[in-house]
Each structure stands twice: as C-alpha cells, then as structure tokens.
C-alpha cells in the first residue's frame, strides 16, 4: 500500500504539451533533445521508486539518533540512498557544465526534485540544502573558494546546510548574534549557536559545509553588520584532502512532528577555539547573500510540498479502489470500492486537481528560471525574472498550503485507517506540516508578494501574468466545450486584478500603508494562488480537449480533463471569495487587542 | 507555556447573553438558578485546568502499554484524574436525577465538557464513551438491566464503551460478522473481533461495559440481523459486586497520530468459551439503537472538536504575546511581539472568532436539546427535535475540520517552534485530526444533512434556521454600526437558501437523485456550517455593541465585537462560494474515473 511512483505522464504532458518544451530551444541547451529528457525522467523515477521511496515510512519510523560524541546517524539505508543518489550524478543534473554539473534545464532538474522529495521528502531535504550551498558559493565564493568546494558538493560527496535562525532570531535575522572573529590569515573563528540546521550532521558524506550567518565583534548592529561565512565540518587541506576536524559540534537534534528521518540539528560553533571560517562575498552582505539562494530554495520547498501531495494521491487513491465498503449510488451493487461514493470521489478529484495544477504552476515558472538564465535578449532574461520574483512566493506558500490541505484529506479518505500510523497516510501530514514554516514562514512568503514584489513595479509583472490568465480564458471562451470554464476563469483574472489593485492604493496610501499591505497580504496570495493554478488548469484543458477531439483514446486526457474542470468550477470560486475579504478592509485587524481574552 | 484555562467568561456569555439562559426556564429546571450554573462553570473549570491539563502533553508523551496479559496501563496520572472526575460527580451532571444523575440542563453539561476536552481530550473520551452507553442503556435496555448497571455507570465506577467497527465493517455496518450464540439461560456468548474500541481496556475504573453490534448466527445478513449487546468485563453477580473474568481481552493498542493518552483497542470476543453478553433492545433492531446514542455523541464530538481549538488559540496567543521578532509596523518600534504583525493577528484572530463561533452554535443546539427533551408542549418539543435533527451533523463536521484547521494555524504561529514536539502546538493538531473520523466521518455527516434530514421534511427545519438567520440580519442592518454586518449575514442566508433549493431539487429529480445529493453534501454542510456559525456572531456583535453603548469597558466587548466583524465580513464570505460551488453542478463528479491516472 504505502507506494510512490513518480508522475512521469504528467509530468511529461506539462513539458511537452503545457510548456511545448520551450526551455531546450534556449542557448545552452543544444543538445538537451526530448529523448534525452525523458530518459532522465524515467530514470529519475526508478531511483525515487525504487531507492527512495522504500525508506519513507522505516525511516520516520526510526528517526535520526545523536551519540554521546555529537555524531548524528542516520536511518537505516539513509546513507546508502544519498550515495545512490551521488553516484548516479543526480545532485548535478541543475548545475551549469562550468561547475561540472550536466547543465540540464530547470524544468527537468524541478521535476526530477519534486519526485525525489514524494519519493522521500526527508532524504530529499539533504540535496535541497547543498543546492543552496552551491548557489550561494557560484554566485558569491572567491575563486579559490569555487575551486576547494564546489566540484565536491556538485558531486555530492559533500553536502551544504544553511545556518541562519538562533534562538532570538527567527524570521527577523537581524538579531542574529554569532560571532566572527578575525585571525591574522585572514580566516575567522566563530563562536554561537545555530538552531533548526536541516541535515547539519549526518554520516552520509565525506565533509558539511556549513553557510553561516554571523557578525564581526565591531559589526553594526542590524542587517548591515551580518556577513556570511563557510565552516566546513572537516578543514580542507591545500591539496584538497581533509584536514583537522573543525570546531562545529551538533549540540542535539530535535524531536518534530514529521520529517524524522532528517535530522534538524542544533549547532554549536567555538565550544573550544571557535570554528574556522571563511568569509564569502562581501562583508556585511551576509543577508543579501543568502536571501540569493533562499529564493530558489523557496522555489524547491514548494515543489517539496507537491511532491508529498502527489505521494498523498496516490495512497488515497489506491486506498478508496481498494477497500470495499457500502452500497455504490451509482450501479447500486453493494461492496462496491468506495471511490464510488461521490463524497469520496470528491476528495479524490480535489486532491488530485489541486496537484496536479500546482505542479503545472511551479514548472511554468521553472521554465521561466531556464528563460532568464539563458534567454539571449537581456530584455527577455529581466522580464522572466520578473515574472519568477511574483511567482515564488505564490508557488512555496500555496503549494505546501495546500500540500497540507491536500495530505490532511488523504487521511479523510482512509477514514479510521488514516488516523493509525502504520498505515502511512498520517505521515505524509506531519512531513507536509513543516513545508509552509521553513525557508521563510508562508506570512513571510505573502508580505513579499504584497509588499515588496508588487509595489516595487506597480503589479506590471503580475499584470502581465493576469493578461496571459485572461488570454487562455478567451481561448476557452472560443470553445463551447469550454465556455463555462473560460468565463470562470476570466472572473478569477478580474478578481486578482482589482484586488491588486487595491492592495496597491492602500500601500500607497500613507494612511494605511505597510498596516494594510499585512493585513491584506495572505488573503491576496491565496486569490493569486487560485487563478494562477486555475489558468493552468485551462491551458491544460483545451490540451486535453484537442488530444480527445484529435481521437486520443489515453484516459490520461479523460482524467486532465475532469481534473481541470473541477479545478476552475470547484476550486477557484473558493479562492475567489478573497476578493470580498480583502474589499471587507482590514478595520477588524487593526483594532484587535490580542491582550483582551 | 502549556497551559490551558478553561474559557468561563465566554461560555458565561453565549448561555446568558446569546441563550438568555433559556433552558433554566424549562420543567424539570425549577432548582437551576443562574448561580448554580456559575458555581458548576467554575468548579469544572478547576477539575479541567488543575487536574486534567496538566496531564496533557505527558499522556501525549507516554501513551498507552498494554501487558502480555492483554490489560493496558495508562500513562501516569490519568486513573488518578478520571477518579478525581467521577468521585466529584461529575459524571452525572447532564443525568436525569430518577437515573442518579444531577439532572443539569444539556448546555451546561456540554459546556463542562468543552473544558474537559481542551483540557484533556484523550481523557475527555473515556466520559463520553460512558455517556452513550448510559444514554443507549437508558433507551433500551431492561429494567433489570438499568437496576444493574446504570448505578454505577452514571457514577463513573464503571466505564462504557461502543463496539461497532469490525475490519470489513466500517461505514457500513451492515456488514458486522461478530456472532451473539443464544444459551438457554437467555444470554449470549460473543465471538468475533472488534476494532478501534476507545477506552476499550484500561485501569482506571473497576467495570467496562462493552456495548456491541452482533448478530445471531440463524439472523438475516444486512442491518436487520444486527442486534446490541451489553458484554461487562468482569460479569457481575445478583448482588451487584463482580465476579468472573468475562471472555473479552485486548489483544493489541493502535499506534495513532494523536490522542495517544486514549486507549484504542481491538477487542477480541470468545477467545475461549464465548464472551458472555445479554441483549439490548429489541433484536435486530441494534444499529437503530446505536444510532440512538451516536445522534448526541455527534453532538460531543463536535464540542470535542471546539475544546481543542480553543486550547490552540490560548496556546497561540500566548506565545504571540510573549514573543518578539521584528519591528512593529504599527508602532515602528523594533523588537515587539510577533502579535503586533498584523499578518500574525489575522491568524490569532481567525482562530478566535472560529472558536468562539462554533461554541455558540454547538450551544445553541445543546439549548434546543434542552427544549427538545423538557419543553412542556410536545410541538414545542417536537420542533426543536427537528432544529437539532439539522444542526448536529453540521456542528459535528464544521467544528472538527474547523478545528484542525484552527489547530494547524496555531502549529503557523509559533513557527519552527510550532513543529518541535516539545512545544505542544503539534499535539493538538494530531489529537484535534481524528475527530472529523470517527463517530461517523465527516463526509457521512454531510450525507445526512443533505441526504435524510434535508429530504424528508422537504428542508422545512432548516428553512426555520434560515429565518432566524434573517432575523439577526435584519437587527444588525437596523443598527449604522453594523449595517455591513447585516449585509453580508443576509446574503449568506441567501446563499443557503438557494444552495438548499439546488439540493432538494436534485434529490427529486429521478435522473440524478442520490447521485446529486452525494455530490453537493459536503459543499452544502460547509455552506451551513459557515452560515449558521456567522449568525451566532452577528448576534454577539448586536449583544457585544449593546454592552458597549450601555457604558461597559469590560474588554471582553470590544473583543467580542472585533471576532464578530471577522467571522462575518473576513470568513463568512469563503463559506459562501460554495453556493458558487454547488451551482457549477457535479458534470466532473460523476464522469470522474478513480482508475484512469
């Protein structure tokens, strides 16, 4: 029962038939051909089939256990699933072929992720981390640091955490503390605590780098006096060989709700001398620095949450073809399976519309990653990015949202056998819960959008997807099949416009300002999260409707089909009703006492 | 911070403000004076936050053992606090006097178990397994049955439980194989297996009194060969003391994602020579009887579910008071506490005015209970069965997927806090995720709403609800101050209305029938739940100004008023797109093929 196997079909139908595969006919990707792409899918999907997704339920199960020494061991078969992984240059498939990755586009490398993390979202946490690393290092390590450390994480044969929360310092890391003091070489000890570092000590690699958030003794107070740091877990020697073990000792490890197989350590630097570390980039752009990589990251844990929702479908819908249970309203046999039930097939259709439409969102805007690293025209590089600054947040808040919406319902399904662990459905809950907390909680994620990526340029880039929403609305209009899902969907693009736009007056207004921006945030993501899914579930409409008409007898296009009919006439007008609560104002926010219960 | 106190103040308003402690003035209540009802509020709220919570998080921790020779040891503390409960009488308080019980008005023992289940809902559930075996008893069974057993399960010295599910006979319980073999002395001996069974074994009173569905081995298959049976633990003598060991053991606890201080058990009956029972009732008639029983558990269940909730907002509130992260947008000061973001508020508010809701709904059915079982006219009576034949299912759904979406955002507000263990926010998440399971799954709820309630009276009950809904809307849309209120109460009980059409109309309709009904259920319940959650605001909003107008500074007002204004202008309106949802008709339901993915 408790079985993964990776949505190749669909994922293939987004990158061929949703993005035509736009991102292989960009430079750089010469000789990225289809066949080489789903050669890559298909094999992806036997090591997170096969490998992975066996040690889902033993290794929460298990848990990570902490020695006496500060060492971390691993569930069983963790290990040797990550070296499986490395070996088989998995961790490189993103990377550019200059790092000595393979330089496959962000399309094939987001979709090969989200497998691994449905597969085993707490194993699929290790690589996720030392993409970060990598990016981090690519982007602001000096040369020599590029030439020490990244051939090893590209490879895998090490593995990279980010150190950013201290106790006192959580989504406002301008209170962190650690400190960074200066050696004559040039190099730093550092002296503080780190908590929640996701895979922060293990015994699947050779080396951790850890990226670390700290100050210098005489640093300002505030953003401006953090700079980032590298500490490896073992001192690289000149030849590249490992030296002395570094003064970075996992402290404990944390016993949380789900994801037990990754191990969330507390980390210790300078118990003795301090640990040595080097500083990467410029000083005192510590934050700047890593909010570059915690934006693709954000990226990754959202597909992270479709990943266990996918894996949720899959359960709930082996579960309710299987187990037999009433009398069906259909046929009126009794013992019929209970995706007979309508009030079952319900859940099932919801679960499996909503995902299947976050997936297709988070690829569109891998494809747009691929188009503003490799666009030729500068012009056409700065617009995707564009469109990628508005879609993240939207694509890690709404996703694992619904991740957790989508995981909850597949326990619902399982009815009395959901709720009893062995059965599996309750883990994939607990691993989603954390998806909408880390890499910046989803508040955080919602004020980004509302705030600083929308009243940076007006809302044009969201206009600009807006208008893509309402053309596929036409093309909808266009068709009788389609009409009644063409002019829902035009509803929800008029709802997300005039609720931008009265986000945008009221952080104009210096009346209101950043109050109603907050106030006004969460629900404004969660209506753009709606349309935005719900225009991919239109494109993926008329695709399915011309595959049928075309005499495609795949009960693939039947299912897509019914999937994005639910999607737009079941799910958006749920999303719509945001549009009241943001026009209701914000007067009940703003007055209320939480002191006064 | 794991501290619960049980919310005196706002049960105190609901009774006599919303309810204008109507019940006290009903036959049967002459001796219940308003500060009899203060004084119990008051004491239960010393038994539920100085005994019952403090064991909370350690029963969560310790869970349930069972021995090798199948008894089953509670976590610490646990037998000690349920004697507390019983030795302080408070198992009898919603009892009948001629039953030995206090004979207290239902909402004032349904308001005491609110506080039980916040304090303590692992415990909580021991008491109300024993409460539907004394209410089935009651019902049903013999004189000489009740002389014998009702004594002392309204004392709390023995405990009750109910044995329905089987592993083939879940929702449908028809298919219950457990065998009743008549003995010529007129009793039976059981054989079968039972699972799932709360409090099914346990060390914290001397009797268990298993109430179990079973049939004869010469009954017809199907329902009406189903007969109730009442199986002791420990058989009990014509003097009342206890004798044999009954043939009836724990052969195994679940491990369950939360309520781990509640013991679930599989009980295997006739191990040996048969488990010795008598029946209940009428034979063939036993899933009738259950049922009986299982309309007020519904009742619980949701108030179980409303218990939780307020726990996680006491929980989230206070650690959004205590912490401090980031600069006030309000005030601009650095360093405030997380509940001055406004994006924090909105999640502590929403929890709050949730809560707060559907504890006066759940009491307001608790007051037509009261109505429907003291009013001196048996039409009054009648009617008011009628009203809670409605409101049950929605209190038992709406407030259990309400609470665990109110318990997960409470998991959001504490951030990475909210996902270590050690915490608590996580516990009440997993404990509050069972309720929308069992005593009938939420979607069985829907079905029965939408389905027998709705159709047999032609909506003709809920119509009634829906006029007292216009009325509170009409009283707020006289008042200026809350005319916007008013406005958006009526329209959801426009919505209602017209979604309630819709249903009955394709209940009639021979081409889509059950099919139809299925399909819009749980839209439909959700749509009701919103609604009727929303009108018990607007009232609070109408007493709430009233106070204020009249002078009162009691903060509690100004409180009250602000939830009011969110429930009906910021959460009424998500409720309200399923009118939308409805209308968009089931086309996708009904053609959706589970297989084809």
Chains 1, 2 share one sequence.
Request: negative net charge.
């Amino acid at each position: 029962m408790n079985y993964y196997a990776a949505p190749v079909r669909d994922i293939r139908f987004v990158l061929e038939e949703l993005l035509e595969f736009g991102s292989l006919s960009l430079p750089g990707f010469e000789e990225t051909s289809p066949d080489l792409v789903e050669a890559v899918l298909e094999e992806a999907a036997k090591l997170a089939g096969e490998v992975w997704a066996p040690l889902n339920a033993s290794g929460d199960r298990q848990g990570c256990t902490r020695r006496d020494d500060g060492s971390v061991t691993l569930a069983d078969g963790f290990a040797e699933a990550y070296q499986a992984y490395a070996e088989g240059g998995w961790n490189g498939i993103g990377v550019s072929e200059a790092m000595g990755g393979q330089g496959l586009p962000e399309v094939v490398a987001s979709s090969v992720q989200e497998m691994l993390h449905g597969a085993n979202m707490a194993l699929g946490l290790c690589p996720m981390l030392t993409a970060g690393a990598i990016e981090a290092l690519a982007h602001h390590g000096s040369e020599a640091q590029k030439a020490t450390y990244l051939p090893k994480l590209v490879e895998g044969t090490w593995t990279g955490t980010m150190n950013l929360t201290e106790p006192q310092a959580g989504s406002d890391l301008s209170k962190v503390r650690t400190r960074a003091v200066p050696q004559e070489d040039g190099s730093y000890r550092l002296f503080g605590q780190k908590i929640y570092i996701t895979w922060g000590e293990h015994d699947a690699a050779e080396n951790i780098i850890h990226l670390v958030l700290a100050r210098k003794p005489d640093a300002p107070e505030g953003n401006k006096g953090i700079s980032l740091f590298l500490v490896p877990k073992f001192l690289v020697k000149e030849d590249g060989s490992l030296g002395e073990r570094n003064d970075v000792t996992c402290a404990s490890i944390e016993h949380k709700l789900g994801i037990h197989g990754s191990p969330t350590c507390t980390l210790s630097f300078g118990e003795k001398d301090g640990a040595i570390g080097y500083r990467v980039g410029e000083e005192g752009r510590g934050l700047n620095h890593m909010f570059t990589m915690m934006n693709e990251a954000r990226h990754k844990v959202g597909i992270q949450g479709i990943g266990v929702a996918e894996r949720a479908c899959q359960h709930a819908f082996a579960y309710a073809l299987d187990r037999v249970q009433g009398r069906s309203p259909r046929s009126g046999r009794g013992d019929c399976p209970i995706s007979d039930h309508l009030d079952v097939r319900r859940m099932l259709l919801s679960m499996r519309a909503r995902t299947d439409a976050l997936r297709a969102l988070a690829l569109t805007c891998a494809a747009q990653l691929d188009l503003a690293r490799h666009a030729a025209d500068e012009g056409e590089r700065a617009a995707a990015q564009a469109r990628v600054d508005v879609l993240i947040p939207v694509i890690k808040s709404f996703s694992t949202d619904q991740a957790v919406e989508i995981a909850s319902l597949g326990v619902q399904v399982h009815g009395g056998m959901g709720y009893i662990e062995e059965t599996g459905a309750a883990q994939m809950l607990r691993d989603a819960r954390i998806a909408p907390i880390y890499e910046g909680t989803n508040g955080i994620q919602a004020l980004d959008l509302a705030g600083r990526k929308l009243q940076r340029d007006g809302g044009a880039a969201l206009e600009g997807l807006i208008e893509q929403v309402e053309a596929t609305a036409d093309a909808l209009k266009a068709s009788s099949e389609h009409a009644a899902l063409g002019e829902s969907l035009a509803g929800g693009a008029a709802d997300l416009r005039a609720a931008m736009a009265a986000v945008l007056e009221a952080g104009a207004d210096p009346e209101q300002g950043a109050d109603a921006v907050q106030a006004y945030a969460t629900p404004f993501l969660n209506l753009a999260g709606h349309v935005l899914c719900a225009w991919q579930m239109g494109q993926a409409a008329l695709k399915a409707g011309a595959a049928i008409a075309a005499g495609s007898d795949d009960p693939f296009y039947q299912a897509k089909a019914q999937s994005a009919d639910y999607a737009i006439r079941q799910w958006l007008p749920v999303g719509r009703a945001q549009r009241a609560v943001i026009e209701a104002g914000m007067v009940s926010l703003a007055a209320f006492d939480a002191t006064a219960q």
